[in-house]
């Protein structure tokens, strides 16, 4: 069993249109991270959330860490083409001089124009 | 942010050959470093942790003698594909650094066994 479920796996929507992603998990973590990956490239960190309730906005981007920090969303207002990518949750523990990261399993957006 | 560097950036090799993969650090010293591999359409599964100095520590189900990790200095690691098959095509990601903070990925490498 995953860890960290995403849901929906696949989305495809039209541009301007909202759309929400949710991480959720049955383990409580003291923080959770939201990357966005494109084709052919590493992940690239959107955010950190570590509060429970904690809300955060990034342009039209909001993320939200549940009350119980167990389940996290991304919400996306008018979402545009180059919004498209792979969206994953992660969390991690501290190894060494690195940080080991535990992905959920993933969202692919694509935004149509 | 701190940068990592991977190449090569995607790479075709013969079905039984070895490839090498390598990972760079290119403004801190990494100590550990993480090799993830992900298939198309689907998220990053850690393979292994990559020490500097001493041995590999691999995750559940994947080949040691097969992914083969050297670490041995403070900048770079290298992930061996020994005898590589089509089922080995795959992305292979490292990422280094981010104790506190955020992990800083590699740029990726796509293997492509033919």
């Known amino acids: 069993t995953q860890l960290l479920e995403q849901s929906p796996q696949f989305l495809s929507i039209q541009e301007g249109e909202n759309l929400t992603v949710y991480c959720n998990s049955s383990?409580?973590?003291?923080?959770l991270q939201w990357y966005r990956q494109e084709p052919g490239e590493g992940p690239v960190l959107l955010v950190t959330v570590v509060t429970g309730g904690e809300v955060k906005k990034l342009k039209r981007l909001t993320f939200q860490f549940g009350d119980a920090r167990k389940d996290s969303s991304l919400h996306i207002t008018a979402a545009q083409p180059g919004d498209t990518g792979l969206y994953l949750c992660a969390v991690g523990i501290s190894s060494g001089s690195a940080r080991q990261l535990t992905f959920g399993s993933g969202t692919q957006l694509t935004v149509l124009p | 942010g701190a940068v990592v560097s991977q190449h090569p950036s995607w790479v075709i090799c013969k079905s039984g050959t070895s490839v090498k993969i390598e990972c760079r650090s290119l403004d801190f010293q990494a100590t550990t470093m993480f090799w993830y591999r992900q298939f198309p359409k689907q998220s990053l599964m850690l393979m292994a942790t990559?020490?500097?100095?001493?041995?590999?520590?691999?995750e559940q189900g994947v080949e040691k003698d097969k992914f083969l990790i050297n670490h041995a200095s403070l900048t770079l690691s290298t992930l061996t594909v020994t005898s590589a098959h089509p089922e080995d095509s795959s992305f292979y990601i490292c990422?280094?650094?981010?104790?506190?903070?955020?992990?800083?990925f590699g740029q990726g490498t796509r293997l492509t066994v033919v």
């Open positions: 990559s020490n500097e100095g001493s041995k590999a520590t691999y």
């Open positions: 383990s409580v973590f003291s923080s």
């Open positions: 990422s280094a650094g981010g104790q506190t903070t955020e992990a800083f």
